[in-house]
């Protein structure tokens, strides 16, 4: 049982540069999270999805757009990097009934030069 | 806007002490309260919490919430060097389907 896993794990880009991180999860969670997590804070939530074909944003949704075309996968593109993203990425899923807790990927390391 | 603050934002204990982390909180249609630990990667779930004075217990963790009060508490008890990480506090709002964090309790746990 894979849960969610996000790929790339690291990656440096250059500032303007884009990508794309991607979430996939096989539990069939209807709800899907991008967050950060800079030194020294906590999660902040960039967008989330509440099922296939919707999304949302959250606190800190400028530079990211995100996609969720298929229910297992929830993209977070960045077009044009700055160094201010340079930060840790994490994914999480959880079902669509309130009374559970996310599940976590590993997280994907990303630094703006 | 929802806010979630924890306190202390750090801490240094030794092993075999009790520990008592903080977290308080405002949220518009407070669904439950959670904890997660945090190690060197992802965060994991510990407890969700979502009726007050009902202590959730898993060996030697314990949480219990005050929807009164507006916080709730993670109790480490007989700490050792593997409770070393940060805990994170989250409220879930259930209208909008999101979790809001707080910044942590880094934890220490020397030998």
């Known amino acids: 049982n894979a849960g969610v896993t996000q790929t790339p794990k690291f990656r440096v880009l250059k500032t303007g540069q884009s990508m794309t991180l991607l979430c996939a999860q096989d539990m069939n969670h209807e709800y899907m999270y991008w967050y950060r997590q800079d030194p020294g804070m906590g999660l902040r939530l960039i967008h989330y999805s509440v099922g296939e074909g919707t999304t949302a944003k959250g606190e800190v949704p400028d530079g990211y757009n995100v996609s969720r075309l298929k229910k297992q996968n929830f993209l977070l593109g960045l077009e044009s990097a700055a160094p201010s993203q340079t930060s840790v990425y994490f994914c999480a899923s959880r079902p669509g009934q309130s009374n559970y807790g996310y599940t976590f990927g590993s997280g994907t390391r990303l630094t703006v030069v | 806007e929802d806010k979630v603050v924890q306190s202390p934002l750090s801490l240094v204990v030794h092993e075999g002490d009790t520990v008592t982390l903080n977290c308080s909180y405002e949220?518009?249609?407070?669904?439950?309260l959670l904890w997660y630990k945090q190690e060197k990667k992802a965060p994991t779930f510990l407890f969700m919490l979502t009726s007050s004075g009902i202590e959730k217990k898993s060996g030697r963790l314990s949480s219990i919430l005050d929807k009164k009060e507006l916080f709730s508490i993670l109790n480490i008890t007989a700490t050792q060097t593997g409770d070393s990480a940060v805990y994170l506090c989250?409220?879930?709002?259930?209208?909008?389907?999101?979790?809001?964090f707080g910044d942590g309790t880094t934890l220490t746990v020397k030998p």
């Open positions: 949220v518009t249609n407070f669904r439950s």
């Open positions: 989250a409220v879930h709002n259930t209208n909008a389907g999101k979790s809001t």
